[in-house]
């Protein structure tokens, strides 16, 4: 009968590999350098949903707008209706530009980080 478990016999090999050199890996304020970039792209996803969100919000205020005019004969509310739209979505856009932006150099940031550490 054989033993349970079974007994495993290890036979390491005693050579040495040649050119053996660390692993390059971040150091503390680079790992927390890391974090704080994750971190930052996360909160960049929930700051493009909220501004989709708002200017979505003030596309129903708009739309308000509309049918109150209408409902009051206004002579031309399309208009205002347009300008307040080109207002709103200009503003998306600003907004969306600027987490690009900050995207963009958070990607220089870790892709600087990531050069120094591997030299």
Known sequence: MLPYPPQLKHKAHKETVAD????P?????????L?????????????I????????W???QLDT????????????PGILVIR????IMARLMCRLMEIRRERDRDQAS??????????
């Open 20 to 23: 053996q050199r660390p692993i």
């Open 25 to 33: 890996t971040p150091d503390n304020a680079e790992s927390e350098l």
């Open 35 to 47: 974090t704080e970039l994750r971190v930052r792209g996360t909160a960049r996803s929930m700051a």
């Open 49 to 56: 949903r909220l501004a989709v969100r708002e200017a979505t």
């Open 58 to 60: 003030a596309m129903v």
């Open 65 to 76: 707008l509309l049918l109150t005019s209408e409902a009051t004969n206004d002579t031309n």
């Open 84 to 87: 307040q739209l080109e207002h």
């Open 110 to 119: 870790e892709r600087d980080l990531w050069r120094e550490v591997t030299g």
